[in-house]
C-alpha cells in the first residue's frame, strides 16, 4: 500500500468521526502553591498537606583572555580566550510525619 492512500484512508476516517468542541468551563483549574513560611522563605506546597518544598540553584559563566603567569613572558599560544561555566541546583523538602519533621535534600552541581 502506498503513503499516500494510507494518509488519504486516515483522512476520511477521521472526516467521518463526529467532531467535539472543547469547553474550557469544563477544564480543572489549577491552584496556586500556597507558601510554607512555618520552614523558611522560598518554601511552597504544591498539593494541599503535602511536603513543603524548595528549590533553588545557581549558574556561573566566565570569559576573559589568558594573562600571562609572570610579567613579560609571552604566552604559548595563539590568543585564545579563558572560558568557563558551572551551576547548581538544590531541592529541598519538608514535612512532618507521626515521628517528628522530615526532611529530604540533594544539590546537583557541575563545573569547580
Given at each position: 500500500?502506498r503513503?499516500t492512500?494510507?494518509?488519504?484512508a486516515?483522512?476520511?476516517?477521521?472526516?467521518?468521526?463526529?467532531?467535539?468542541?472543547?469547553d474550557?468551563?469544563?477544564?480543572?483549574?489549577?491552584?496556586?502553591p500556597?507558601?510554607?513560611?512555618?520552614?523558611?522563605?522560598?518554601?511552597?506546597?504544591?498539593?494541599?498537606g503535602?511536603?513543603?518544598?524548595?528549590?533553588?540553584?545557581?549558574?556561573?559563566?566566565?570569559?576573559?583572555?589568558p594573562?600571562?603567569?609572570?610579567?613579560?613572558?609571552?604566552?604559548?599560544?595563539a590568543g585564545?580566550g579563558?572560558?568557563?561555566?558551572?551551576?547548581?541546583?538544590?531541592?529541598?523538602?519538608?514535612?512532618e510525619?507521626?515521628?517528628?519533621?522530615?526532611r529530604a535534600?540533594?544539590?546537583?552541581?557541575?563545573?569547580?
Amino acid at each position: 500500500m502506498r503513503t499516500t492512500s494510507v494518509i488519504l484512508a486516515a483522512a476520511a476516517l477521521c472526516a467521518a468521526l463526529p467532531a467535539r468542541a472543547l469547553d474550557l468551563r469544563d477544564l480543572p483549574i489549577a491552584k496556586a502553591p500556597e507558601a510554607c513560611p512555618q520552614e523558611g522563605p522560598g518554601f511552597t506546597r504544591l498539593t494541599p498537606g503535602g511536603p513543603c518544598l524548595r528549590i533553588s540553584g545557581r549558574v556561573r559563566a566566565e570569559a576573559g583572555t589568558p594573562v600571562p603567569a609572570r610579567p613579560g613572558l609571552t604566552l604559548d599560544g595563539a590568543g585564545r580566550g579563558v572560558v568557563g561555566a558551572s551551576g547548581r541546583v538544590a531541592i529541598d523538602t519538608r514535612t512532618e510525619t507521626e515521628f517528628g519533621p522530615a526532611r529530604a535534600f540533594i544539590r546537583l552541581g557541575t563545573g569547580r
